[in-house]
């Protein structure tokens, strides 16, 4: 059973808009989520994280919030830019568990000129 | 050390053949995961070590799948008698305890594995 979902399996953004990219858990007991970034060809990226005693964290143009209430998070990307282009991942683990990683199936996010 | 190594890149084999991949870890990790990510979804959690200890490996697709990790450094994946269900990316990753944060997980290129 899929613990953490993305709904979205891709988006298009202008160059210079927000791109939100959404992700949902079912597990209560994740303590830490994760974006991590996909080129093809290559591993994951780690963008940005969460832990779940927070709602916000930000690093440059990029803010993950996390709603645990709705067992949701979002990636916020402030100015998008071409080089964004990529699949986007979101992760959740259990610090009980030696944080091995729940992922979703990925949003495959363009970012137009 | 620039990152996690996987070799080999890319793996063709028939069905019934074993294989072994391999894992170098960032140097000073103590933690190794495997995963493997086959098309369209993410990657799927495997097993995981800390030191040279495997503390997780029931997520295991089957018996025909181990890992080791002799001396706390580099990890094996041995599938054998492969299957053509087990065509897949098969990445590996590492973290440390407070490098630089404990849930971070740097990921190799991954091998891509190929079952004829």
């Known amino acids: 059973d899929q613990q953490v979902k993305q709904n979205s399996p891709s988006l298009s953004v202008q160059e210079g808009r927000i791109s939100i990219l959404n992700c949902d858990y079912t597990n209560s007991m994740f303590d830490y989520f994760l974006w991590y970034k996909k080129y093809p060809a290559e591993g994951p990226t780690f963008l940005i994280s969460i832990s779940s005693i927070k709602d916000k964290n930000e690093d440059g143009r990029f803010t993950v919030f996390l709603n645990k209430s709705a067992k949701h998070l979002s990636l916020h990307i402030v100015p998008s830019q071409p080089g964004d282009s990529a699949v986007y991942f979101c992760?959740?683990?259990?610090?009980?568990?030696?944080?091995?990683?729940?992922f979703g199936k990925g949003t495959s996010l363009l970012v137009t000129p | 050390d620039t990152g996690v190594s996987q070799n080999p890149r890319h793996k063709i084999t028939k069905r019934g053949q074993n294989v072994t991949f391999r894992c170098d870890p960032i140097?000073?990790?103590?933690?190794l995961y495997w995963y493997r990510q086959t098309l369209g979804q993410g990657p799927e959690f495997l097993t995981y070590?800390?030191?040279?200890?495997?503390?997780?490996k029931s997520r295991l697709l089957s018996d025909r799948f181990s890992a080791e990790r002799p001396k706390g450094s580099f990890s094996t994946l041995e599938i054998q008698r492969t299957e053509q269900g087990d065509s897949a990316m098969y990445l590996c990753?590492?973290?440390?305890?407070?490098?630089?944060?404990?849930?971070?997980?740097?990921f190799g290129p991954g091998t891509r594995l190929t079952v004829l």
């Open positions: 992760a959740a683990s259990l610090s009980n568990s030696g944080y091995a990683l729940n």
């Open positions: 070590f800390q030191n040279e200890a495997q503390l997780e």
């Open positions: 140097s000073e990790h103590n933690r």
């Open positions: 990753a590492s973290s440390g305890r407070g490098f630089p944060r404990v849930d971070e997980q740097f």
